[in-house]
């Protein structure tokens, strides 16, 4: 999805950059003075991405225009074909006395780009990655069962979350799951709920969820920054890591479970996911809730201009000049890619924390884990807890000075 996101992109923001046409349909355009050719229309049919600056640039600029007596020439200095170009391609110089630079864009052709965009690409392949992982989850259910804690349960209980720290989870969870659901019913309540429900239940439902949808937003932002706050130094790479990768997590590889400090490396990669992809679909949020008020694309893309890695790909400057309503299509659709790909991630975290592994809900249940558990999963934190515990109980103990 995200190979079929970049293309949008690219066709929907980079139109300027000027790919070079497929080399078998270079057209001369002499015969047609310079207008567009059979072989511009058939690439253009055909999805290329064509080097439209032959058209672009010809808006209106009489040392530019063909002779008037040349075969398809220009009716002048400007023809009305001319003026329809400049407005197309955003160079006309358009006065409005209401409504500022958005409503200065009479035609935005990358909305029809956009809306196919979401109304056929975003929904299939986001939907598909989310019953695939589905199915991929119920996969490994039936090939690895349930994680078991393999010695006796002790009876006895270590602290592993306290209340703050399970607040901000659920918290960033809860909100999570009704902003995942209402974001779906959004996207997907016109093509399956509206001819099952009927018109009228599917637009009620729909303004309940994007009610739901706006105001749950600011429990997730608190949620997010709750999360990273309490638990970033807990994620922070080291080299257990590396050992507990190389043996799959005790799962994939060999049935022997690698020690862990407070998280593993597959908590961490969930964490760093949430937060940087939730970071992300807060910010597009944010920018799709203030309409046109907070533009973020063009400074992301002039960030990425400066690391050279767009040039390094093919892809030349990214464009800074983007009109309000592309901001707002770019930060739409990232906003539905990225949450469909933090839906796919945030699926497999559920399943590991209840059906997944024995005991791995109290941690977050009640805050409590079996030793067992502990020593199984996070056997250099247990050690570490313990330490401290004692160490706390000497100073507890020890005579006030
Ligand atoms: C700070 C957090 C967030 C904010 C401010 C926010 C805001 C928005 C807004 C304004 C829309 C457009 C709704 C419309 O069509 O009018 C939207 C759509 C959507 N959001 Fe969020 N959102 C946030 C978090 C999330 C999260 C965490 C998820 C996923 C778990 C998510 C999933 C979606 C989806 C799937 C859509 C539908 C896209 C579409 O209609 O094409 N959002 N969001």
């Known amino acids: 999805m995200l190979r079929m996101a970049l293309a949008f992109v690219l066709t929907l923001a980079l139109t300027s950059v000027g790919h070079a ?36 640039d010809a808006t209106g600029n009489p040392d530019n225009a063909a002779a008037i007596a040349a075969q398809l020439g220009t009716l002048g200095g400007v023809s009305d074909a001319e003026t329809w170009r400049a407005l197309r391609y955003g160079s006309a110089d358009v006065t409005v006395s209401a409504g500022g630079e958005v409503a200065s864009v009479l035609v935005q052709d990358g909305g029809m780009r956009w809306l196919e965009f979401r109304s056929t690409t975003l929904r299939t392949y986001g939907g598909w990655l989310l019953v695939g992982t589905l199915a991929a989850l119920a996969l490994f259910y039936l090939v690895f069962g349930r994680i ?33 659901l209402t974001g779906l019913l959004v996207l997907f309540g016109r093509v399956f709920l509206a001819p099952l429900l009927g018109k009228g239940v599917n637009a009620a439902l729909l303004d309940w969820s994007k009610w739901v949808h706006n105001n749950v937003a600011w429990a997730f932002i608190l949620g997010l920054v709750m999360v990273f706050v309490m638990w970033v130094v807990h994620n922070i790479p080291n080299r257990t890591d590396l050992h507990w990768l190389r043996k799959g997590g005790g799962i ?109 809900y109290d941690a977050m249940g009640s805050g409590e884990v079996d030793e067992a558990w502990a020593e199984q999963h996070h056997s250099i934190w247990l050690e570490e807890y313990r330490a401290a515990e004692a160490e706390n109980e000497k100073n507890s103990t020890s005579p006030a000075e």
């Open 252 to 360: 994939l590889f060999a049935h022997e479970h690698p020690p862990a400090k407070k998280f593993n490396a597959g908590q961490k990669m969930i964490f760093w996911s949430v937060i940087l992809f939730g970071g992300a679909i807060a910010l597009t949020g944010v920018s799709l809730l203030f309409p046109f008020d907070l533009p973020i694309f063009a400074k992301v893309f002039s960030a990425l201009n400066a690391t050279g890695l767009p040039q390094l790909l093919g892809y030349g400057e990214l464009p800074l000049a983007l009109a309000p309503q592309e901001e707002m299509q770019l930060a739409q659709v990232w906003h539905a890619i990225l949450a469909f790909i933090l839906m796919a991630i945030v699926l497999a975290h559920i399943y590991i924390g209840s059906v997944g592994m024995e005991g791995a």
């Open 21 to 56: 046409q497929e080399a078998g349909l270079s057209p001369d355009r002499a015969a047609t003075g310079g207008a567009q050719t059979l072989n511009d229309i058939l690439a253009r049919q055909a999805g290329q991405a064509i080097d439209d600056s032959f058209r672009r």
């Open 148 to 180: 078991k804690i393999d010695a006796e349960k002790t009876g006895r209980t270590v602290t592993r979350f306290k209340a703050i720290e399970r607040f901000g989870h659920w918290l960033l969870g809860g909100a999570f799951i009704l902003l995942g």
